[in-house]
């Protein structure tokens, strides 16, 4: 696995901007989320939409191909940054903890759904803009680690 201090470094920022940005709306969607976790779900809906849409459009052979180090800067850093699965997780095992199965399923299958759904309207408008490109974005650090 190799990887360089200035990718990194960008991929930290990245984090930090993708952090914080989940925070704000994570605060902003509190009046809505009172019986379900509304900011998580819509922050992986967003999440999961501009990781497609923009691995997809930066590719090489992409409309606006970006140089590998940017794609990790918002794929890795912002997006892993923003993106809550985790939290998803601890929320749903919160809901089933507390007697609230039917409150889990729909979190479970809402977040899933929209989430792929989203992720394929991203890569649609990408290879709409890309002009029919069909290969979806795979980074190759993905590629090490699996």
Same mark, same amino acid.
């Given at each position: 696995?190799?990887g360089s201090l200035? =990718? !990194?470094?960008?991929i930290? /920022? %990245?984090? $930090? &901007? %993708? #952090? ?8 902003? *969607?509190?009046?809505?989320?009172? #019986? ?7 922050? =992986? &809906?967003? %999440?999961s939409?501009?990781i497609?849409?923009?691995?997809a459009l !930066?590719?090489? =052979? ?5 140089a590998e ?5 918002f *794929? ?10 985790s #939290?998803f ?6 809901l089933?903890? =507390? %007697?609230?199965?039917?409150r $889990? /399923?729909?979190?479970? $299958?809402a977040?899933? &759904?929209f989430?792929?759904?989203? #992720?394929?309207?991203g890569y649609?408008? $990408? ?6 490109? +069909?290969?979806?974005?795979?980074m190759q650090?993905e +590629?090490e680690v699996?």
């Amino acid at each position: 696995m190799s990887g360089s201090l200035s =990718n !990194t470094l960008l991929i930290a /920022l %990245g984090g $930090a &901007i %993708g #952090s914080v940005a989940r925070y704000w709306v994570g605060l902003w *969607m509190v009046p809505y989320s009172q #019986s379900l976790p509304l900011g998580t779900i819509l922050i =992986n &809906i967003v %999440g999961s939409f501009l990781i497609t849409f923009f691995g997809a459009l !930066t590719i090489a =052979n992409g409309r606006l191909p970006l140089a590998e180090s940017w794609r990790l800067f918002f *794929m890795v850093g912002i997006c892993g940054g923003f993106t809550t699965f985790s #939290s998803f997780s601890l929320q749903t095992l919160d809901l089933l903890r =507390n %007697g609230m199965p039917g409150r $889990a /399923l729909v979190n479970i $299958a809402a977040s899933v &759904i929209f989430c792929l759904i989203a #992720s394929t309207l991203g890569y649609m408008l $990408a290879q709409r803009i890309n002009g029919g490109v +069909e290969r979806i974005a795979q980074m190759q650090i993905e +590629e090490e680690v699996s």
